[in-house]
């Protein structure tokens, strides 16, 4: 059983910076890709960001690039998002996300972590 758990959300003031982290275990964490979502109050659950299984590959959401940054380490079994410059509008519950097979641009989650909270105040 493949098991994600999230971790770094918080509060945090406009313009200032979060790091979220996800440890997973379970599985063969080094074979599949990943990806960070999130879901803001009555909007659907958007894909932020993605990276392929080594790690050199990723993809960005348009509103998230340059000020987001996603990395794996496959040695730690964890994912993790480095927010910049952070805006309300980035307000929501993060997901990180294990991919079906190599898919990281079109990428489709097989298993969630229970997500967790980041609020950015204005």
């Known amino acids: 059983q493949v098991q994600l758990v999230e971790s770094g959300g918080g509060t945090v003031q406009e313009g200032g910076s979060l790091r979220l982290s996800c440890s997973v275990s379970g599985g063969t964490f080094t074979a599949y890709p990943m990806g960070w979502f999130r879901q803001a109050p009555g909007k659907e659950r958007e894909r932020v960001a993605s990276?392929?299984?080594?790690?050199?590959?990723?993809w960005y959401t348009d509103s998230v690039r340059g000020r987001f940054a996603i990395s794996r380490d496959n040695a730690k079994n964890t994912v993790n998002l480095q927010m910049n410059s952070l805006r309300p509008e980035d307000t929501a519950v993060y997901y990180c996300?294990?991919?079906?097979?190599?898919?990281?641009?079109?990428?489709?989650?097989?298993?969630w972590g229970q997500g967790t909270q980041v609020t950015v105040s204005s």
């Open positions: 990276i392929n299984w080594t790690g050199g590959l990723q």
């Open positions: 996300a294990e991919g079906y097979g190599i898919q990281w641009k079109d990428f489709q989650p097989a298993y």
